[in-house]
């Protein structure tokens, strides 16, 4: 080792050149891809065990318990023409998943500091992985229901893309929050405490509860403003379509969508430098 | 190679005020180099290992890597402490792009963890998991090691097992390693840099450094 200053490019002479342009970009892309299944696969092992029923534990979690609430709302009667257990399980299920992601973002960078020292491990793609498992989970139990659905009664969602379409729109909102709650917490430990607080207290704002159809004119107005409200609508439209009448507004929620993923993309990048291990 | 220039680092301290840790640091890691470096507790050797590695960065100036470097080999860092240690050999494995079954051989062969390997990190000792560290990062193969304290916690066979592949491996490849042990730095390494005070001294006589240190 030697001290050295000087030479061409702010590089000393004779310095290997970084591969450049696309080359480095697909490289990058086949690194990330490599961690994402990495993290994956180590994230289901470490919270459901290696046992035989570990890997099933995923979606028998959140399949008990919306099948349970489902179970409790047919009591209610809400809902009106649509099946009340249905009802509350297209509200909840996506709910639980949505929340469990920003919940668990806020741990993001604490619990996995040990693993980011391998420098190709990032933030962002610890938690991708985390969400994507979130969302395979959320998407199993809504398969079984919806099959259990139309084996028992018979009823097949109105329409398949557009609940397909919204989940995906609500997964990928929870995902760009998710990133601005890991990247917040990884600066402010104490912002931490304050997600949990918010995941509470803005449950009955979410709009997953209750359709927006059955509430008065200016709750609903007001809800709208909530772009996690239309995206429940979204997904009640598809699954129920007249049935229920729905209430959103497809270009904001989009522009939610992309929004905080870029702020949350720009977020964990901004973060990554301040990281303190 | 890497290459660092006029890093400066410093951490915020809680209730105000920054300490700073490396102030104008600059230097270069060519194949073949082997480094000690000495300093105090505290001085800021882990930082650097941690910003050569890639894992932290500095507050300004810049480091350019060249060639692959494994990740800053500390007490317990890089693993999963509740996977077992073929559960952290099959995740290194599938990040750096290498072959299980290779990964799992070298390791069972190099750390001799024998049924330990199934059990979870967490209830190893200190020995043990540098066992695993250095096993786990050496079939991975690097052109750099970055090797912090772990080779001072094995016992006398891991130390020399360890000296031989060291030896072996840093044949035309590169070794940082931060030890307290002045034995163990003119057994590994053909010079040294005494970190104080946030600023970084590079001697070519080995002697030299840990006389300089020891003077601190």
Known sequence: MSTYTGGTNGLPEGFP?????????????????????????????????RGELGF??????????????????????????????????????????????????????????????????????????????????????????LAGALWVIGFTPQSV??????????????????????????????????????????????????????????????????????????????????????YYDFPYVLAWVLGVNLLGLAAVRAVRSRLEF | MIYFDRVFKHYELRGGGKKHVLRNVSGIIRPGDSIGILGRNGAGKSTLVRMLAGVEHPSSGRIERRMSVSWPLAHGVGLQTTMSGSDNARFIARIYNQPFKKVLDFVENFAELGPYMAMPVRTYSVGMMGRLLLGLSFAVDFDCYLIDEVTATGDQRFVNRAQQILAEKTRGRSLVLVTHVPEHLKLYCRSAAVLNEGSLTFFEDVDEAVATYKAL
């Open chain 1, 161 to 246: 893309p557009m609940v397909v379409g919204s989940m995906l729109l609500l997964f990928a909102f929870a995902n760009g929050l998710s990133l601005l709650v890991a990247a917040g917490c990884a600066r402010w430990e104490m912002l931490e405490r304050f997600v949990h607080i918010y995941t509470y207290i803005s449950l009955p704002f979410s709009g997953a509860l209750f359709s927006l159809h059955s509430m008065p004119k200016e709750f609903r107005e007001a809800l709208l403003w909530n772009p996690q409200a239309n995206l429940h609508e979204m997904v009640r439209d598809g699954m129920f379509g007249d049935l229920i009448p729905a």
């Open chain 1, 17 to 49: 050149q970084r591969k450049s342009g696309l080359a480095q970009t697909i490289e990058g892309f086949q690194v990330q891809g490599r961690v994402i299944h990495a993290l994956l696969l180590r994230e289901l092992q470490t919270r459901f065990g």
């Open chain 1, 56 to 145: 099933l534990w995923l979606f028998l979690e959140p399949l008990i318990l919306a099948i349970g609430i489902g179970a409790l709302k047919s009591f209610t009667r809400e809902g009106g023409p649509v099946p009340p257990f249905l009802y509350a399980v297209v509200g909840y299920a996506p709910y639980f998943a949505f929340r469990a992601i920003i919940n668990r973002a806020s741990a993001a960078f604490q619990a996995n500091s040990s693993l980011m020292y391998h420098r190709q491990v990032r933030l962002l793609d610890i938690l991708l992985a985390r969400n994507l498992l979130e969302m395979s989970a959320v998407t199993c139990v809504l398969v079984v229901i």
